[in-house]
């Protein structure tokens, strides 16, 4: 449990592969990408978590 929120921490105990071993991608693209900006960490706002709710919410 996180010592504020209480809230469980959930973690992966076993290996989870989601490709084959035929697999030749480098890598997986996210669906929406979200720049990063140092405007955001000055600001302290999480642009992800905004995207989320903009998706969520049809905006």
């Known amino acids: 449990m996180t010592p504020n929120s ?3 921490i959930i973690h992966a ?3 989870y592969q989601t490709s084959f071993p035929g697999d030749d991608r480098r890598f997986r693209a996210p669906d929406i990408a979200i720049p990063y900006t140092f405007a ?3 600001t302290g706002s999480d642009a ?3 995207a989320a709710f903009n998706t969520i919410n049809g905006d």
């Open 6 to 8: 209480m809230l469980p």
């Open 13 to 15: 105990s076993e290996y």
């Open 40 to 42: 955001d960490y000055a």
């Open 48 to 50: 992800v978590l905004d």
